[in-house]
């Protein structure tokens, strides 16, 4: 009896443990020289993939990640996926020799005209190729000429903007099997994060999945073309900001009622937003918090399970709101939401990233 309860132990710690969440990191350039809001430094990257190799965190393959949560295919628990945006050259210099020390997976998203072109500051294609037959690295699309997609969509979805944007897919996907031998590209990630419901449709009808830059974990009632990344800098980089992101949990909002997430001028600006929160006993319902980009605490009244919450004024580009409540089983542990609306003034400005 011994032996076979022995036996049925050994099956149980050789299954991969499941989770039903996971997040997706992201980066930029690897670099202490390029523009701070998108780069992290060679020191802080390799600190932060030392502090997940040693605190138990599994870092897969993204399509690995999100087939296991939108498909519920076997994974480990603890998973994280690592994403670059741009292709930047750093990535193969500086970011490629530390991952691939570790083994660690990755994914590319390719803006595909700046390759073509050769730029200085982007991979070449046969830099690409060489992180193709590492074995590591996966690719996704990421536009062709990293445009911002939603111009021309601001006042209502036309043929010529449709048309548009299916070539800045299309193209890019195009590209990217033809160059680097790919079977079939999965993923897109938006460029600047800018999406919007119309091109929401574009990428689900591509059965593409789409990358954002949210902060917030991956889980079941994600939008497979809205996937939160916690974008990673050098002024966002610390281990502790690190921690806080590799413990966070899909904070499982429902019933949304906002405005559009593409505003065509600041007299459309919502001024509330409002959604539903299940009574999960995995976090503290009673104790969420939302804030604005810049860390502001946002006034939230609650009837029930409906929560609303009064937004601050827009601003020309994106605007996003974070939710967030602790966890109960975990101190330092957050569930976390995060929702973002794209607004273009009466003038036609954006900001650029």
């Given at each position: 009896m011994k032996h076979g309860m022995l036996a049925a132990l050994c099956i149980l710690l050789a299954m991969p443990v499941l989770a039903h969440h996971g997040v997706v990191l992201l980066y930029h350039h690897v670099d202490d020289n390029t523009p701070v809001s998108t780069s992290i430094s060679p020191a802080q990257f390799k600190d932060q993939l030392d502090y997940i190799e040693e605190n138990g965190f599994v870092v897969v393959p993204l399509l690995e990640l999100l087939k296991g949560v939108f498909e519920g295919r076997e994974r480990a628990a603890e998973a994280v996926a690592i994403t670059f945006?741009?292709?930047?050259?750093?990535?193969?210099h500086t970011a490629f020799p530390e991952l691939s020390a570790r083994g660690m997976p990755?994914?590319?998203?390719?803006?595909?005209?700046?390759?073509?072109?050769?730029?200085?500051?982007?991979m070449s294609w046969q830099q690409l190729r060489e992180l193709k037959a590492s074995g590591l690295a996966s690719f996704g699309a990421h536009s062709q000429t990293h445009g911002h997609l939603l111009r021309g969509s601001e006042n209502g979805i036309t043929d010529a903007w449709i048309e548009r944007v299916s070539v800045e897919i299309d193209e890019s996907i195009a590209d990217l099997t033809r160059e680097l031998g790919l079977d079939r590209v999965q993923t897109f990630a938006y460029p600047y994060g800018e999406y919007s419901q119309g091109l929401e449709e574009l990428v689900a009808a591509r059965g593409l999945y789409g990358l954002a830059q949210l902060s917030g974990g991956v889980g079941e009632g994600t939008p497979a073309t809205a996937i939160p990344r916690f974008p990673m800098s050098r002024t966002q980089g610390s281990l502790e900001r690190l921690a806080l992101a590799l413990d966070t949990r899909p904070l499982p909002v429902t019933r949304l009622d906002g405005a559009p997430t593409l505003i065509n001028d600041s007299g459309h600006a919502p001024k509330v937003f409002s959604f539903s929160l299940s009574a999960d006993p995995a976090y503290h319902r009673d104790r969420l918090g939302c804030f604005s980009a810049s860390g502001e605490s946002l006034t939230l009244a609650r009837e029930g399970d409906r929560f609303t919450v009064r937004l601050p004024a827009f601003q020309p580009g994106r605007n996003k709101v974070n939710c967030t409540a602790p966890s109960v089983e975990r101190a330092g542990e957050f569930f976390w939401y995060s929702q973002q609306w794209v607004l273009a003034d009466a003038a036609g400005s954006w900001l650029a990233r």
């Open positions: 945006d741009d292709a930047y050259e750093s990535v193969y990755f994914t590319v998203f390719v803006a595909t005209q700046a390759v073509e072109r050769g730029h200085e500051a982007t």
